[in-house]
């Protein structure tokens, strides 16, 4: 039997989206550090990494993909992985490369602060607990290796388990 369990008991106070946070220790990252976000679910491509490689000046004009400038403090650092994240347009080719990869849906940063910045998943649900993340640097850490506190029902593109009416089999 197929029922709509969105329509019987939409409960949307149980949709939580998957965080991670980046803490720096206040001191900025190297020239070369890196922070990696890896999808291990990636439009059915196994672990999609985004990389993102901490310049004290980008390449070349406007950077190479994937670069973030520091900005000569970390706290700059931070808010220019911010703008990289999200494809900021205003920092593009500034404050990060030209050509850096578009998250799509999958990941943004939201929260900033002087030494933290937090990355959500775009959806909500447990699945997006599944996103990975590593960094090689002294000076950045995450929290622990992969996105937590994703709840309720996963995704939103028309297939069961969706938060928009997909089907679930009983």
Do not use: M
């Amino acid at each position: 039997t197929q029922v709509d369990l969105c329509t019987i008991a939409p409960q949307p106070n149980i949709l939580t989206k998957a965080t991670q946070t980046l803490t720096s220790t206040g001191t900025s990252p190297a020239n070369n550090d890196t922070v990696t976000i890896t999808v291990p679910f990636f439009a059915h491509v196994a672990n999609q990494a985004f990389v993102y490689t901490f310049k004290t000046t980008l390449t070349g004009t406007g950077g190479a993909a994937g670069e973030v400038l520091i900005g000569g403090s970390a706290a700059n650092a931070l808010a220019n992985l911010k703008a990289a994240i999200n494809l900021d347009p205003v920092g593009l080719g500034v404050k990060y490369g030209l050509g850096t990869t578009d998250p799509y849906v999958l990941f943004e940063a939201t929260t900033l602060t002087a030494t933290t910045l937090v990355v959500q998943a775009r959806q909500s649900g447990a699945t997006q607990n599944g996103i990975l993340t590593t960094e090689a640097s002294a000076q950045l850490s995450w929290g622990a290796g992969s996105f937590a506190g994703g709840g309720g029902f996963d995704g939103d593109d028309g297939t069961a388990g969706d938060i928009d009416g997909g089907y679930h089999g009983i």
